[in-house]
């Protein structure tokens, strides 16, 4: 059971728009920075989004990230065969003094 | 450019230890505004973090509650290198196994390339 909580799945077609949601409590997201990594099968993850709704160089303004309260959420519009992967949220939690991630949203770009 | 390089090996017997080395080049292991962490994957449980360790004017170690009993991270500054020891290994710490640098965006900024380690007698 993870400590930041994601639906399992998602599905769209190309070109169509997704939504990825994160939800957790005030002593991780409530109180902390949101990141969203993706995860490609066979390699190593990568930062889409840092400190809730930021990019990194490189990453498509197709990527946007929000934090409201105690949850966020993960948005890519204009979907590619090549979004297909699988995508984490993660937060520092005080409570726990550790990273914590969410158990992973696995998108598929029928 | 920051590259991690990670060595060890693939097969680990239950009760024993797992031993990883994240070799750094780009950075400096003691470099007071990077974090060195130890994160595993795998299909039954995702990405898990299992800890850091940085170097601010003198050593710090954050843990998983997970592990924090049979885990430790060994920095070596004359490789400019990080080691993991997982003690006591079960079949549940097959994973894929990943160091990454927490940089200045506070995100994992870098990663090794995983080691695949399986549990099995």
């Known amino acids: 059971q993870s400590v930041l909580t994601q639906p399992p799945s998602a599905s769209r077609t190309p070109g169509q728009r997704v939504t990825i949601s994160c939800s957790g409590s005030s002593s991780n997201i409530g109180n902390n920075f949101v990141f969203w990594y993706q995860h490609l099968p066979g390699t190593a993850p990568k930062v889409l989004i840092y400190?809730?709704?930021r990019r990194p160089s490189g990453v498509p303004d197709r990527f946007s990230g929000s934090k409201s309260g105690t949850s966020a959420s993960l948005a890519i519009s204009e979907l590619r065969s090549e979004d297909e992967a699988d995508y984490y949220c993660a937060a520092w939690d005080d409570s726990l003094s550790a990273w914590v991630f969410g158990g992973g949203t696995k998108l598929t770009v029928l | 450019q920051v590259q991690l390089q990670q060595s060890g090996p693939g097969l680990a017997k239950p009760s024993q230890t797992l031993s990883l080395t994240c070799a750094i080049s780009?950075?400096?292991?003691?470099?007071?505004?990077?974090?060195w962490n130890w994160i595993r994957q795998s299909p039954s449980r995702g990405l898990e973090w299992l800890g850091r360790?940085?170097?601010?004017?003198?050593?710090?170690?954050d843990y998983a509650v997970s592990v924090k009993s049979r885990i430790t991270f060994s920095p070596d500054t004359s490789k400019n290198q990080i080691s993991l020891q997982l003690n006591s290994v079960t079949l549940e710490d097959t994973a894929v196994y990943y160091c990454a640098r927490e940089g200045s965006t506070s995100s994992f900024e870098d990663w090794g390339q995983g080691t695949l380690v399986t549990v099995s007698s």
């Open positions: 360790t940085y170097y601010r004017s003198k050593w710090y170690n």
């Open positions: 780009g950075d400096s292991v003691s470099s007071k505004s990077a974090a």
């Open positions: 400190r809730n709704n």
